[in-house]
């Protein structure tokens, strides 16, 4: 009967890991940038009036 205790992951295999994780990461970071892009660019197209319907001011609009 075997043990999973002798069982080894393959060399390298804790490398490929960190690298795919830090590309996930970095498209995560991507898709939160473009998020917060498009957020930007429809707030700064508001009038103030309508900015100050949803409780912004335009020197908000720089936090998103």
């Keep these: 009967m075997a043990t999973t205790a002798n069982i080894h992951a393959p060399l390298g295999a ?7 994780d830090a590309f996930i990461k970095a498209f995560d ?4 940038w473009n998020k917060a892009r498009k957020t930007r660019k429809i ?7 309508q900015l ?3 409780g912004l001011v335009r020197a ?3 936090n998103f």
């Design 14 to 20: 804790a490398f490929i890991l960190h690298v795919v």
């Design 52 to 54: 100050e319907d949803i």
């Design 29 to 32: 970071g991507a898709v939160e």
């Design 60 to 62: 908000d609009i720089a």
């Design 43 to 49: 707030l700064v197209n508001l009038t103030d009036a």
